[in-house]
């Protein structure tokens, strides 16, 4: 039986990827909802104290219940080591106010909803109590940093930590400074999220920082096909998964580009353009390397330094990858809506269904 609050010490180095550092001692979410769960977990679980911050007591307690209760089912399922429920026990301390939380703390991460005027209170609560040393990160997904940060007595030890959903297993944090952000703290931050199993990049702070502007450039131009009649919503979800989509775990648009070639990719946006108007014309930057005969792999690079020797290496190793790549796919199966407690996609204030994350992303919002 866990107690009801925790109680919580300082880090106890279990993590052997921890490498000797003491920093941090004691961190803290507030906001432990849907995405600020997988943070509590995934804190605890590298041996770090989580004091949990929400709009009460009791829902600190919840969370941390649930937090306790989906490891245990994480483990159950192998995605999590077996003692996981144990260990974010052990770990973890439901505060009685955001203030409590953040007391002590030397990084706070904030995941409440994503209200430019909830942020700016709940930060403010957060800076007034945590340690003038303290990290102080936000989840938001749209916010702009610099707009979060103005009212900021310290906003040099504020940054945007932007995870996606489910936050347990998806790789990617985007690393955002605000314009007093110090950038020392970016590459410390990256430093505790690459213990904790992440893959940071830092981005920019633009309306989307970089994810999320392509992600939905992507569904609006699907979402305009299905208004078309081109193709419905179900025939362009499999010829996504199944041709660019099926490519993307490996390499990313601008790998793909310079292997296609990027001569190629020109006169395809001529088509398009001729189709669909201006908005489909030929990027400058393709126009400028076509012109300087830039033209991708073929010819030593177009966005990337990539020659002939590295295209032949690359192309055994792609194949190898896709080969791969069928055989999990077929080894998971296809994902069944009736087979599965996660048909129905959970409220927005709710941990998703234990196990949840392993099925494909009905139940994940896209953000
Ligand atoms: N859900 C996603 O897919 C996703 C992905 C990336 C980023 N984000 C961002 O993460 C943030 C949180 O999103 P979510 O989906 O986890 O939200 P959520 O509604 O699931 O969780 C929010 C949490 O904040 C708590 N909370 C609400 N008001 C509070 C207050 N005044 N003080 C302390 N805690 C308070 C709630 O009780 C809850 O625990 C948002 O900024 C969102 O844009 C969400």
């Not at 931050?189 to 990049?201: C, N, Q, T």
């Not at 609006?220 to 998964?241: F, L, M, P, S």
Request: charged share 20%.
């Amino acid at each position: 039986m866990h107690p009801a609050t925790g109680t919580l010490h300082d880090g106890d180095g279990e993590d052997p990827s921890s490498s000797g550092t003491d920093w941090p001692r004691r961190t803290a979410v507030v906001g432990p909802g849907y995405m600020g769960t997988g943070f509590v977990q995934l804190l605890a679980l590298a041996g770090l104290p989580v004091a949990i911050g929400d709009v009460s007591q009791e829902a600190a307690e919840a969370a941390r219940s649930r937090a306790i209760e989906g490891a245990g089912a994480f483990a159950l399922a192998g995605m999590m080591p077996s003692d996981a429920a144990d260990r974010v026990a052990r770990h973890t301390v439901a505060a009685a106010s955001i203030g409590d939380a953040s007391t002590g703390a030397d990084v706070i991460f904030e995941a409440v909803p994503e209200s430019p005027a909830l942020k700016a209170s709940v930060l403010a609560s957060i800076e007034a109590a945590a340690p003038t040393g303290a990290l102080i990160a936000t989840n938001t997904s749209a916010i702009p940093i610099a707009e979060l940060s103005a009212p900021l007595t310290h906003p040099d030890r504020f940054l945007g930590a932007h995870w996606f959903n489910p936050s347990q297993w998806v790789p990617c944090v985007e690393l955002i400074a605000g314009p007093s952000t110090d950038p020392a703290h970016l590459e410390t931050m990256a430093a505790l999220l690459e213990r904790l199993g992440k893959r940071p990049s830092v981005v920019g702070d633009g309306p989307g920082f970089v994810a999320n502007r392509i992600q939905f450039a992507m569904f609006k131009e699907a979402a305009t096909i299905v208004e078309e009649g081109v193709a419905t919503a179900e025939v362009i979800d499999e010829v996504v998964r199944a041709s660019f989509g099926f490519r993307l775990p490996f390499f990313g648009p601008f790998t793909i580009a310079d292997m296609a070639g990027l001569d190629v990719y020109a006169g395809a946006y001529g088509s398009l353009e001729a189709g669909l108007g201006s908005r489909m014309a030929v990027p400058e930057a393709v126009a400028t390397r076509v012109a300087e005969g830039r033209l991708g792999m073929k010819t030593g690079g177009g966005f990337l330094e990539l020659d002939g020797a590295d295209a032949a290496a690359m192309a055994s190793w792609r194949d190898e990858a896709y080969v791969a790549m069928e055989r999990l796919l077929g080894d998971l199966g296809p994902w069944d809506a009736k087979s599965t407690s996660a048909a129905s996609p959970p409220p927005s204030d709710a941990e998703p269904a234990p196990g949840a994350a392993l099925i494909p992303d009905q139940t994940d919002r896209p953000r």
